[in-house]
């Protein structure tokens, strides 16, 4: 009798081990994820708030001045993407009562480009191979003290979003039909350094 106890004992803790164990790996597995796809996020949004931040000094910069400023700014900070690969940027103007951009979504405003990530090169594609609609110096309004910008104070506001391709870690299925990788992107929205003089507007 204790024999068959026994035996019954250990099948009871084997079915146990069969049902718990799944659930701890995955929660083990998803905390890594988790972990990892935080950073990814945080340097995301690190890359999205420098460029911004580069591009609002430059106001009444040529176009080309303008984007390649921030292309070079986001290049140096991809190095910070570990877990997957740089994919797009969106440079636009924030109008009032315009959404953003959201993941995997296109210009939200005419004065929009869109710059994809050249694996090749390890860098975002210049001003010259970008797609979209230039917001040109002429266009970008940053007067002190005036009224006639989107960004308050008499300025426009500039936005950059960036997205990438964040690949799972541990390769563990956690949703069937997830796939292998995840979109995270960021947006800054900023408004532009005021300049004096008649050239601001």
């Known amino acids: ?89 969106l440079i636009y103007e924030k109008l009032d009562g315009v959404d953003g951009p959201t993941v995997d979504g296109g210009c939200p405003a005419t004065n929009c480009m869109q710059f994809d990530w050249n694996p090749v090169a390890g860098a975002f594609q210049d001003f010259a191979g970008g797609s979209g609609n230039e917001w040109d110096n002429t266009e970008r309004y940053a007067c002190a003290g005036g009224s006639g910008g989107s960004g308050g104070a008499g300025t426009d506001r500039v936005g950059v979003y960036v997205e990438v391709d964040h690949d799972w870690v541990t390769g563990l299925p956690f949703i069937p039909g997830m796939g292998t990788t995840v979109d995270i992107g960021a947006t800054t929205v900023m408004a532009l350094e005021p300049v004096a003089g008649a050239g601001c507007s």
């Open 1 to 89: 009798m204790r024999f068959k106890r026994g035996r019954g004992e250990r099948g009871a803790a084997m079915i146990e081990t069969a049902l718990i164990l799944p659930v701890v790996i995955m929660l083990t597995f998803g905390s890594i994820e988790f972990g990892f796809a935080f950073s990814e996020q945080g340097a995301v949004r690190g890359s999205s708030r420098s460029a911004a931040r580069t591009i609002t000094t430059l106001p009444k910069a040529n176009a080309d001045v303008f984007y390649n400023a921030a292309l070079t700014n986001l290049d140096a900070s991809m190095s910070n993407v570990v877990s997957g690969e740089p994919d797009f940027v």
